[in-house]
């Protein structure tokens, strides 16, 4: 099979200029939702899509055909998605399960519980961590300085709250941004550079 790498953007202005109309930023959500099929590559500071391997996967997405019209008629002769029958429905239900299954036997899908589930417990371990170092640096740190030891504990207890509220605050920030740039639409690199 043959490659052609392009840049998003000029991917998305060749695939509209095929008839599958799609903006940059739509075809970078896109891009993002089906890594595991469509990798891409960095080249300097904008990333590169193999262009043939982009058009065969979105030929093949019941969900492109499913989505609308394209300039000068329905997409690859299908009729738009308010017109889709049962069966067109269950076909569409099905590839999308399918797509979860693939995406979580890949490790690429973890269920929201055991998300959820795991940053409790990250929390809960970096607290008792901090207690136990705060309990040991107290008591190292008022004997070598001649402090009360209570209210050294007390201010260090302080401080690591202070700091396990302030991460809190932070990943509740983000995971926020991520869903508001799913729910709508919001360009994918904001929620990207918000990350790093």
Not at 41 to 59: E, I, T
Not at 180 to 195: F, V
Request: zero cysteines.
């Amino acid at each position: 099979m043959t490659e052609e790498w392009l840049s998003i953007t000029e991917a998305a202005t060749r695939l509209s200029s095929i008839g599958d109309d799609i903006d940059r930023s739509t075809l970078s959500r896109y891009l993002k939702r089906f890594t595991y099929a469509l990798p891409l590559r960095p080249d300097g500071k904008q990333m590169l899509v193999d262009f043939v391997a982009l058009v065969a996967h979105r030929r093949e997405n019941i969900r492109v055909h499913a989505a609308g019209t394209v300039r000068g008629g329905s997409r690859n002769g299908l009729p738009p998605a308010s017109g889709m029958d049962g069966t067109r429905r269950k076909a569409q239900a099905d590839a999308e399960l399918r797509e979860m299954d693939l995406a979580e036997r890949r490790k690429e899908l973890v269920p929201v519980n055991e998300v959820d589930n795991a940053g409790r417990d990250a929390i809960a371990l970096m607290k008792s961590a901090f207690e136990r170092a705060t309990e040991a640096e107290a008591e190292t740190i008022a004997h070598r300085n001649g402090w009360d030891a209570r209210v050294l504990r007390l201010a260090l207890k302080n401080f690591a709250q202070i700091g396990i509220d302030n991460f809190h605050r932070e990943v509740l920030l983000k995971l926020d941004a991520i869903q508001r740039a799913e729910m709508y639409g919001e360009d994918d690199q904001s929620s990207e550079t918000s990350l790093q």
